[in-house]
């Protein structure tokens, strides 16, 4: 278990931003300390909790010794001890190392994989369904660019969801998508399979990454809108090429001034995932755990219409309600792949 002298440690720094914050600092170093503040405060409780239970526990025990409070002491003691074990996991799991990442917005991609039209619908119904689920959680998910087919699938989508905890979340969705079911556009009424790949990405802050001017190709294009004598003729849509690496983004909104602030988002964001990607490779060349790694090639769940199920491989768990998740109904799924992912941590720190 955790020494007792660490946790002191802990909860003597938790105090000492308690203090710097009633002292009304002001400008940035206050938003960094209430930020590490709001972080360290489900742990404090945590300890507090623990340390209770164990001075409940010295309390019991000396009472053992007292005639007239053993009785009292006996029936306390197992009571105490059965929780002992539950509230150290807790803790644990409130002391395990976080990803600095897991409080940022993210930037959703999915493109749609092998399937051709199908799977391009395919990729619609998991836009759908991440806006439904970010509409429920609070979240605010803007679209920043889409390409749609003729029959109304996702040729690529690219959004932007902020609000609180949501790559926490959502990293767990990034891989390949596979879907079993008939086609809207299959007559004999065969089950098909086809897949789409989803790319969870943290959003890039400006000091994670500085882009020189020299490294960009900035193009403006025609914006390719509805057709008839309304059509948006203005050069608005950019494309912007990151030289170094070929990475292209473009963004299409009716403002170029906005495009470009986009664009420049997305990019800085998919070059910080490299980094981190890369960064991740370094630490640990063989993962235990696929659980978040982020592997957009790996495919980590299926979708079997017929059967009305979803089945996550990489922890195994099938649930038999396709349709509310469907709607955005994702807590149960994504709650198990955050305890499995929390449970891999534990085991490498205490293994």
């Known amino acids: 278990m955790v020494p007792l002298e660490k946790l002191e440690l802990i909860r003597q720094r ?17 938003a960094r300390l209430a930020k590490e503040y709001s972080e360290l405060r489900p742990v404090i409780e945590q300890i507090e909790e623990y340390l209770r239970v164990l001075s409940d526990i010295e309390e019991a025990h000396a009472m053992l010794d007292d005639a007239d409070m053993r009785a009292l002491a006996e029936e306390e003691l197992p009571l105490l001890r059965a929780r002992l074990p539950e509230i150290e996991k807790d803790l644990q799991i409130a002391l395990l190392p976080k990803d600095a990442a897991d409080a940022r917005p993210a930037i959703l991609e999915i493109r749609p994989g092998t399937g051709g039209e199908e ?14 689920y970010a509409e429920t959680s609070g979240w605010n998910f803007e679209i920043i660019e889409e390409q749609q087919t003729e029959l109304g699938g996702i040729k690529e989508v690219v959004a932007h969801v902020k609000g609180e905890g949501v790559f926490a979340r959502l990293k767990y969705e990034s891989g390949v998508h596979r879907v079993q079911r008939v086609p809207e556009t299959e007559s004999g009424g065969r089950i098909h399979t086809s897949a789409a790949t ?35 003729t203005t050069d608005s849509a950019v494309r912007i090429t990151h030289l170094p690496t070929g990475l292209v983004v473009t963004s299409s909104e009716k403002s170029q001034h906005r495009n470009r602030e986009i664009a420049m988002q997305v990019l800085k964001t998919r070059l910080f995932d490299m980094e981190r990607q890369r960064a991740d490779q370094e630490r ?27 089945s996550d491989h990489r ?15 994702l807590d149960e799924m994504i709650d198990a792949l955050i305890a499995d992912a929390q449970a891999s941590l534990l085991a490498e720190l205490n293994g």
Do not use: C, W
Not at 21 to 27: C, K, Q, S, V, W
Not at 284 to 310: H, L, W
Not at 315 to 329: A, C, P, R
């Open 119 to 132: 799977a391009a619908l395919f990729a619609g119904d998991l836009l759908r369904m991440y806006q439904r």
């Open 315 to 329: 922890i195994n768990l099938t649930l038999y309600k396709l349709d509310q998740v469907m709607q955005g109904d």
């Open 14 to 30: 938790f105090q000492f931003l308690e203090a710097k914050m009633n002292d009304g600092l002001a400008g940035e170093d206050i």
């Open 284 to 310: 640990s060349a063989e993962r235990k755990s696929q659980v978040g790694s982020g592997d957009r090639s790996e495919r980590i769940r299926t979708y079997n219409f017929p059967q009305g199920r979803m």
């Open 198 to 232: 989803v790319a969870v990405l943290p959003e890039a802050e400006d000091v994670d990454i500085h882009l020189d001017p020299n490294d960009l190709r900035i193009d403006t294009m025609r914006s390719s809108g509805a057709g008839g004598q309304h059509v948006n």
